[in-house]
């Protein structure tokens, strides 16, 4: 039972355009959410997390939305740099009392910024 | 500062044969958790540490997996009598506190030949 899942495996975007990866859980426990990126060879780069109690939180290039409704929740990078192709994983974590914060997450978007 | 480190960066083993991972958390960071990335997969958790709590082993799979944080800082991931299906990468992540933001270790390919 895939309780986090990122549908599109893969996604190409020209440089400069904006590029958004998208995620959906099935938890409502679920309150804490978390996005990083993966360069092959390499162990996951936090990039940007967001609470349950906001619906957007940006940090520069990055933005992440959450529509709590609909258990859906996106990263927007914008301006994409060709630095920025990498995979995405998407990560969701309880963090309620009692909860460890383990994470639970996507199994990746693979984003190609071309130049 | 220095970052979460593991080693062995790779490990090639034979079925049936023993393993044992290692991994140091980020200094003064109190939460340990270990992940695994098997090919084309998501990150799936194993299990967590927290100060001299008791682990919370409920990702492990099998029995054959067994972990350890002693001293609180250093720990290992041991799989016995590995199988095929154990190839993956072995992440370690550590946080300063429980549900606090958790920051990876570049990993532990691990091949079962």
């Known amino acids: 039972d895939q309780q986090v899942k990122q549908n599109s495996p893969s996604l190409s975007v020209q440089e400069g355009r904006i590029s958004i990866l998208n995620c959906d859980y099935t938890n409502s426990m679920f309150d804490y959410f978390l996005w990083y990126k993966k360069y092959p060879a390499e162990g996951p780069t936090f990039l940007i997390s967001?609470?349950?109690?906001?619906d957007k939180n940006e940090d520069g290039r990055f933005t992440v939305f959450l529509n709590k409704s609909a258990k859906h929740l996106s990263l927007h990078i914008v301006p994409s740099q060709p630095g920025d192709s990498a995979v995405y994983f998407c990560?969701?974590?309880?963090?309620?009392?009692?909860?460890?914060?383990?994470?639970?997450f996507g199994q990746g978007t693979t984003l190609q910024v071309k130049p | 500062g220095a970052g979460v480190s593991q080693s062995p960066s790779n490990k090639v083993t034979e079925k049936g044969k023993d393993v044992e991972l290692r991994c140091d958390p980020i200094?003064?960071?109190?939460?340990l958790y270990w992940y695994r990335q098997s090919l084309g997969q998501g990150l799936e958790f194993l299990i967590y540490?927290?100060?001299?709590?008791?682990?919370?082993k409920s990702g492990l799979p099998s029995d054959r997996f067994s972990a350890e944080r002693t001293g609180g800082s250093v720990s290992t991931l041991t799989i016995q009598r590995t199988q095929q299906e154990d190839s993956a990468v072995y992440l370690c992540?550590?946080?300063?506190?429980?549900?606090?933001?958790?920051?990876f270790g570049p990993g532990t390919r691990l091949l079962v030949l």
């Open positions: 540490f927290q100060g001299n709590s008791a682990p919370d």
């Open positions: 967001i609470s349950s109690i906001k």
């Open positions: 990560a969701a974590s309880g963090r309620g009392t009692g909860n460890t914060g383990k994470l639970i």
């Open positions: 992540a550590s946080s300063s506190q429980t549900q606090e933001t958790q920051y």
């Open positions: 200094s003064g960071h109190t939460a």
